[in-house]
């Protein structure tokens, strides 16, 4: 088992959850219960209970507790943020870019063992995905969805063909990057249309990469990030199975590049 977030959290809900169930379904009746009279009289009668405060800890847990399972809600079923740490989204999402991501669209997971127990829908070709990397699933991974279940993908001469049909590309100029991307200023910004959805992309037409073609397994996906070249994606590791899909990214909540500006205009920008 995973020792991430949703762990942690799954924990401290179960914990502050039973002190505070102990306390309600035990310990406050005994701090309620009347005192033994201290009078040595025949016939005496108990005294009235005197109120005692709940342990430090208990109070705690009554605090906390509701905020620990909201917290828990909201990040396994709704919406859960993540830090883009690589340029290899890049034009899409930069260095420094937060995002949330959508928890639901692709079924609603059972946190920590991340068993799907209501399936609502499938990645659609052009998604930005954040998923489990195959080679290691703690760790967490953004691409695009390029292939679906039973697809035919051929990558040649940095152009994409699906099922025979070329995905076509408009060039659009050279990129300028800034802080942690200035890198990639100079590349080719390119227009590629995906079906009914057109997102842009970096090429260098200098730099060699991995070509091939490939079927898509039922149930896998093959993912590529947008600055194509600069990119370890589908082509190096191969497909990713539904199991490990965490969400589709739909909003950039902040954007902070470390050492550099924040990026006011892209607060608030939807992902395309």
Do not use: C
């Amino acid at each position: 088992m995973r020792f991430d977030f949703p762990t942690i959290m799954v924990l401290l809900v179960f914990i502050s959850g039973a002190i505070w169930a102990i306390d309600a379904a035990v310990l406050a009746r005994r701090r309620r219960m009347p005192l033994p009279s201290n009078g040595g009289a025949e016939g005496g009668t108990d005294a009235p209970a005197q109120a005692m405060q709940a342990p430090r800890i208990v109070e705690y847990a009554r605090s906390f507790f509701p905020v620990f399972l909201v917290v828990l809600l909201v990040r396994s079923f709704v919406a859960e943020p993540f830090r883009i740490p690589s340029g290899s989204m890049m034009p899409t999402l930069l260095i420094g870019d937060f995002i949330l991501v959508n928890k639901y669209d692709y079924g609603i997971r059972l946190p920590v063992l991340d068993r799907k127990i209501i399936d609502i829908g499938k990645p659609k070709r052009g998604d930005v995905v954040v998923f489990r990397y195959p080679l290691d699933p703690s760790t967490p991974f953004i691409k695009r969805v390029i292939g679906l279940p039973g697809d035919t993908v051929d990558y040649h001469g940095k152009k994409l063909y699906i099922n025979g049909k070329e995905m076509p590309q408009e060039a659009a100029g050279l990129y300028v990057g800034t802080g942690s991307g200035a890198n990639m200023t100079g590349a080719e910004l390119r227009h590629e249309r995906l079906d009914t959805l057109t997102h842009d992309i970096l090429i260098e037409p200098g730099v060699p990469t991995v070509e091939g073609t490939v079927v898509v397994p039922k149930g896998e996906y093959f993912v590529m990030g947008d600055n194509r070249d600069n990119s370890r994606d589908s082509r190096y590791w191969g497909f990713v199975p539904d199991r490990l899909l965490i969400g589709r990214a739909f909003a950039i909540w902040m954007s902070w590049d470390w050492g550099h500006a924040l990026h006011w205009r892209r607060i608030g920008s939807a992902i395309d």
